[in-house]
């Protein structure tokens, strides 16, 4: 028994691979860095979903397919934007998701994310949803909905980086979650409405936002050593540390670094962050010896996601934007593939 089910092989897929001893993430056989040079976000899409939701899909069919969802969602918008008045963006994203309509398509779910992140974002800052331009690449419209006007290339090709690294890496606990609700032959829809509310917790996509907190909260104590040490004897967590399977540094942390030094005016930012790294992963190793707690995508992404203009706690939707593309898939290789999940319980109660 083991309560985390580490270790334990509950699917096969053909769909992504994390291999936390080589620091690799496998994506139909392309690694990370592959996807993100030769694919895009959209461009990976078609190889994750090729075969699960459509045939020889490709990056045009996808880009123009998510055109057309995110029309689609932004004319739906009043069937649930209303009811999220005053409640927060995590909040307001999962209304989004559970008013996707159950006959959906896999694109239909996915563009339903961008549009509603960007009209709670903006409705939450006074401003009116902006209508999607389904010409433009997900990233690139995102940001124009978000910001009220087309922006600078690097910005866009930073999210479309981000994207295209978090999308999927095997059966991390949300894609786990939207298996089991798929495998109940449930709809696509409502395995996504179930990925997305095991992703909102701190230790899994809730993780940017707290990460630039703990970074900030770092930098202002004056003495980032004497911080780490404070946190860690009081058993607390280093945000953007530890992953159930890397044992070694992630590697997507490394692609986001490099589209943030493009990004240009972060560099004083990502020096104090390499900086905090450098000493967080030596205090782990006097805190946590014999467990290696490595460097994971979180504190990268926390950056990039803030060089992007957006608020801390738009981070973990957002994130979720990229992350739903695997669990569509993951969902639809589930049906196709798998049983029913049902994993027994060791009953310790009384009365046996
Ligand atoms: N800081 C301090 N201690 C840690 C950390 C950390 N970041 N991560 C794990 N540990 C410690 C635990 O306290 C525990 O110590 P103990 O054995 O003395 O009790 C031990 O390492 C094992 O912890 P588990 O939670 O069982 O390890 P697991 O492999 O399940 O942890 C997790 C994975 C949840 C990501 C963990 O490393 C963590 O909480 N990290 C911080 C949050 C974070 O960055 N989450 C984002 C992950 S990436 C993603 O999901 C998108």
């Given at each position: 028994m083991d309560s985390g089910l580490e270790g334990i092989i509950a699917a096969e897929t053909v769909l992504s691979h994390t291999d936390g001893e080589r620091g690799m993430v496998l994506?139909?056989?392309?690694?990370v860095q592959e996807l993100i040079a030769q694919h895009g976000y959209e461009g990976s899409v078609?190889?994750?979903?090729?075969?699960?939701?459509?045939?020889d899909l490709d990056r045009a069919a996808i880009r123009a397919t998510f055109g057309e969802g995110r029309r689609l969602a932004f004319d739906r918008l009043e069937r649930w934007l209303p009811a999220a008045t005053g409640r927060t963006i995590e909040e307001g994203t999962r209304l989004c998701l559970a008013a996707v309509p159950d006959d959906s398509t896999p694109a239909e779910i996915a563009s339903a994310m961008p549009v509603g992140v960007a009209a709670?974002?903006?409705?939450q800052r006074g401003q009116s949803p902006l209508a999607p331009?389904?010409?433009?690449?997900?990233?690139?419209?995102?940001?124009?909905m978000l910001h009220g006007k087309a922006v600078a290339a690097a910005m866009a090709d930073a999210l479309d980086t981000y994207f295209t690294a978090i999308m999927d890496n095997g059966l991390n606990a949300s894609t786990f979650t939207a298996r089991v609700v798929a495998s109940t032959r449930?709809?696509?829809?409502?395995?996504?409405?179930?990925?997305?509310?095991?992703?909102t917790g701190p230790l899994h996509g809730g993780a940017p936002g707290p990460t630039l907190a703990m970074l900030d909260e770092a930098a202002q104590s004056g003495d980032v050593d004497a911080w780490l040490e404070r946190k860690l004897a009081e058993g607390g967590r280093l945000m953007g540390f530890g992953h159930r399977v890397f044992r070694?540094?992630?590697?997507?942390?490394?692609?986001?670094?490099?589209?943030?030094a493009r990004l240009g005016p972060n560099v004083g930012r990502l020096a104090f962050a390499a900086d905090f790294e450098r000493r967080a992963l030596a205090a782990l190793s006097r805190h946590k010896p014999g467990r290696s707690l490595q460097t994971n995508v979180e504190i990268n992404a926390a950056l990039l996601l803030d060089a992007l203009g957006l608020d801390r706690d738009a981070f973990m939707p957002v994130f979720a934007i990229g992350r739903c593309a695997?669990?569509?898939?993951?969902?639809?290789?589930?049906?196709?593939?798998?049983r029913m999940i049902r994993p027994s319980s060791r009953y310790v109660g009384t009365g046996a």
């Open positions: 994506v139909r056989g392309h690694t078609a190889l994750l979903w090729d075969g699960f939701a459509g045939e709670l974002i903006r409705t331009d389904p010409s433009l690449g997900t990233a690139a419209d995102f940001l124009r449930a709809s696509i829809a409502s395995a996504v409405v179930g990925g997305y509310c095991a992703f070694v540094r992630d590697p997507r942390a490394d692609a986001l670094r490099e589209s943030l695997g669990w569509i898939a993951h969902a639809l290789e589930q049906q196709k593939t798998g």
